[in-house]
């Protein structure tokens, strides 16, 4: 069995809104084990949407429509589907009781519109909608060869349904297989460079391994099918496995997890605090570390030098440094390290200056151009950075490789620790 | 014209992702007034990326795809358009060469795959793409009747490319029918005040006025049709007007406006400086603001005093003061904003201190509650907030309620400022 997802709304077609149901629907097909051949939103058009039916049923059993089930005229989902599946529509005397109370409930009149909602199909059933007026309607063809689902719009009703109605029939038909997937997510290393290491596994059918970017990392999703949730799971932990035996190092967590609680993770093991001066990131750095719960015991504190007084006064920067070599040079990412480390008595200070754009850039100072200093107790460390894109992506950039920045050093001191254990 | 977007990606069927980037597409033709007769979503597979294409130019002649333009193998969206409008790849050595040096310049070797980027068609041409690897690709058919646009899918590299290079092509062929749509952007009120407020003018049917909840904030969304764009702006124009007569006071921007943008406008024109002391919110409020280019004119810095050392220390809060009242008070909170003001000698200080959670928590003191004060040349102000939700809803309303704070002081200023000059 597949199936199809329909979005039926010419609002969702304008772009005015975004499709988290269609989203939701999908991962629960996914959880079941029935897979998604296509998603499709069409607008409130008869014509279009019977056009998009009858292509869905070329290739799915199960095809899934989302709104159009209101009380208006431009409500048309229940009537093409009953026209495309042969399945006509009847009135259900139970359901317009039930919307008359529901009216009356609420002290709102009812008009004769309201009780087009009441029109169910005659040889499907209903799937009730305990937060609306509009019921979910499943439609069957003659042959019992092909069905619909047809569930309401708003996320206040589709959620509950889905919930409820929709996942423990999909689990039904789903016939025990499952899909199970895992993400790897990995920093310091570029997507071609990841595929490069597994290029033998990303072949692989089941599970499978996709590699995707995103700003600064690169995620590996390994996905596997199998009858019961046990086998697909065994599956994905050995591609899992292989994943971590040759690219371990630059892997800093799974599915949810973020870069920041990697890093308070392993600061917290090392008993390593840390504090920042950010004169570009002007505080983002400090905000995704103390995002994390607990970051409180890693975390002493910060400074957003953002002037040149900032980082003299508040971080104790020499002036005559700035004045000899520029508020963006290695020289002031360094002593911001080092002073914030001092000030804070931590073991780890990080400095961070640079120009962020739009403005501000020279033919040898550019924008985008990042320094990065890592203060610890054996010296400075510095990296010269030249990040591409918009004022908030050099920033999102410069705070992700600070984070890679720590995580290598507290890595490195935890091996550290591990070889004066072993001897 | 008509058009159709055809999002490509496993993870997007899967329900990993959320596919904002063609809800962006869709806007971006809607203003132009080219129809969108549907979206499809589907999976990195040769043949069913075939077949959609093909669907697709039954009805459509102008095509995009979003996504698959990677260096990777199962990025194959260049190969499916190729193959579909017979227009063929070639290598172009240009395109080859800014490969080259875009790895070059962040010292990471190329490999073999990323030259699969300098494919391109033959007859189409390419939208260069400044933040990434993958270029845009416009296909065309041989008799020129149908075209595809090939966008990359990561949205840092995506947008820019969407308003760059393709809006400027819709502008040129779309002509005709024009959607045009205003967002009000409103702080400081709650949705059901702002609806009670404009309940006559939701009813409206050209302009729409379509209210949207955010955290912390309300937008109304205004949308017109007309055949001109002339005619649709004027329509919005009026309707924004009516708003704006009973809600002026609230509305603190229009379309992509962001709350610190407004902030730091009305504190460049106030010449008012500012620098913030944050506990909880750990650098957002600094983050948010200096996200504004130009913020450097009234950002000073600031101080993440997330220990109580970094609190006495470094921001000169008497230890005495967290003593008896705790690091959670408004003693404290007043404290950080005035101390901080005098440190950085700026016209205000902004101090926030409370319980972000998920620990933490005392009856008297439960999480969530958060002290936002703000110091300024008369005196402290100082404001007691508990905000429901997660660790990061707390924060960010944190920041939004600081901001507001920060906002209404600077309004009141330019109307002092007004009333003065009157008399």
Chains 1, 2 share one sequence.
Not at 43 to 60: C, I, P, Y
Not at 61 to 86: C, K, N, Q
Not at 135 to 145: K, M
Not at 248 to 261: A, F, H, P
């Amino acid at each position: 069995m597949q199936a199809e997802i329909i979005s039926v709304g010419t609002e969702l077609l304008l772009g005015q809104i975004v499709d988290t149901n269609a989203v939701y629907l999908a991962k629960a097909l996914s959880a079941a084990g029935i897979p998604v051949y296509r998603r499709v939103t069409v607008g409130d058009n008869h014509q279009r949407l019977r056009a998009v039916l009858e292509e869905a049923f070329k290739e799915s059993e199960l095809v899934f429509t989302i709104g159009g089930l209101g009380p208006t005229s431009d409500d048309i989902t229940r009537d093409v589907l009953a026209e495309v599946l042969g399945d006509p529509l009847r009135f259900d005397e139970e359901v317009a009781r039930w919307l008359r109370e529901f009216f009356a409930r609420r002290g709102v009149p009812l008009v004769e519109s309201n009780l087009r909602q009441a029109w169910v199909p005659s040889r499907g059933r209903i799937l009730p909608n305990p937060n609306g007026t509009a019921p979910g309607l499943l439609f069957e063809a003659t042959d019992g060869t092909r069905m619909a689902i047809a569930l309401p719009g708003p996320p206040s009703e589709f959620l509950p349904m889905v919930d409820r109605h929709v996942v423990p029939l999909l689990h039904q038909w789903g016939g025990g297989a499952v899909i199970h997937s895992r993400t790897v997510r990995l920093c310091g290393i570029g997507e071609s460079l990841v595929e490069h290491y597994v290029m033998d596994l990303v072949v692989s059918t089941n599970p499978t391994v996709a590699p995707y970017a995103k700003t600064g990392e690169v995620h590996l999703r390994v996905t596997a099918r199998a009858q019961g949730q046990a086998e697909a799971e065994q599956l994905v932990s050995a591609m899992v496995q292989r994943i971590a035996e040759r690219l371990g190092r630059y892997i800093y967590g799974y599915d949810e997890d973020t870069l920041e609680e990697s890093v308070v993770r392993l600061l917290t093991a090392q008993q390593l605090r840390i504090a920042t001066a950010e004169s570009c990131t002007g505080g983002m750095l400090a905000a995704r570390i103390t995002n994390v719960p607990g970051s409180s015991h890693v975390f002493q504190g910060g400074v957003v030098a953002y002037s040149n007084e900032a980082k003299t006064r508040l971080v104790g920067v020499d002036e005559e440094l700035i004045r000899s070599h520029g508020a963006v040079s290695e020289e002031v990412a360094e002593a911001l390290a080092f002073e914030v480390r001092a000030r804070f008595g931590t073991e780890l200070g990080v400095g961070i200056t640079g120009i962020a754009g739009p403005e501000g850039g020279t033919p040898e100072k550019p924008v985008g151009l990042v320094y990065i200093a890592l203060a610890h107790r054996g010296g400075v460390k510095v990296q010269r950075n030249e990040f591409l894109g918009s004022r908030n992506d050099v920033r999102t950039r410069a705070v992700l490789t600070a984070l890679v920045m720590v995580r290598e050093y507290a890595l490195e001191a935890k091996a550290h620790g591990e070889e004066v254990m072993r001897h």
